[in-house]
């Protein structure tokens, strides 16, 4: 069962270590088209109008009581995030840089040139879909093995100290974000609740099936 997942698998394009600044081309090219897939799914949340991430959710909450912009909350939060890496022993690589230069770059195309439904059920639905496209192209990102977001970065930390399933790792993670957000005031809505329950399972899954493609 894919759910029960403990660790990232390992295939013929993954680098051997995260910190490798000359990366084989196959691990480089899955890597840029995970995140690529990531950021798309990323994007389509937003479009989709269903709720936003409870990362961003945390991040609107924090900035409700402080009067700081969401932004430079979220960007405050990120290193915060990978101050925590140290503890966790997890490495920083050019997977960590990419992360957010590529994300950003396709959130950008999804608001420009995907429109949002008209129907709340089509947003939804949406909703449902960009979270599985984050946990997919997470999953392939992750098994390139060349440093990971901070996010995501702190997910594999926490399941090498605890032992649990990955999905179980990120469902605590993100349920535990977002209930921080909405007690601090941010807004919650359908598709953040879908993301808080789905990223986990759906990069679990994502794993599953590439260790079986790829193996």
């Known amino acids: 069962m894919f759910l029960t997942i403990k660790k990232i698998p390992k295939v013929f394009w993954s680098s051997k270590t995260p910190f ?4 084989k081309i196959s ?4 890597l840029c088209l995970g995140l690529s897939i990531f950021g798309l799914g990323e994007g389509l949340l937003i479009v989709s109008y269903s709720g936003a991430s409870p990362w961003s959710v945390l991040a609107q909450g924090i900035s409700l009581k402080v009067n700081l912009s969401i932004g430079l909350i979220t960007f405050i939060i990120s290193c915060l995030v990978l101050i925590l890496w140290i503890p966790l022993k997890q490495k920083l690589g050019i997977g960590t840089i990419l992360n957010a230069l590529i994300i950003a770059f396709m959130i950008d195309i999804c608001i420009n040139f995907v429109p949002t439904p008209e129907s709340y059920q089509s947003k939804l639905f949406l909703g449902v879909f960009a979270v599985l496209t984050v946990g997919i192209g997470g999953g392939i990102y992750l098994i390139a093995n060349l ?4 996010r995501d970065g702190l997910m594999v930390g926490l399941q090498k100290k605890t032992n649990l399933p990955i999905a179980v790792v990120r469902a605590f993670l993100e349920i535990s974000v977002v209930t921080i957000g909405w007690y601090l005031g941010g807004t919650v809505g359908p598709g953040t609740l879908i993301f808080a329950f789905g990223i986990g399972p759906a990069i679990a899954l994502s794993l599953f099936l590439v260790k079986k493609i790829f193996s």
């Open 147 to 150: 440093g990971a977001g901070p």
């Open 20 to 23: 490798n600044l000359k990366p």
């Open 27 to 30: 691990s480089l090219f899955f």
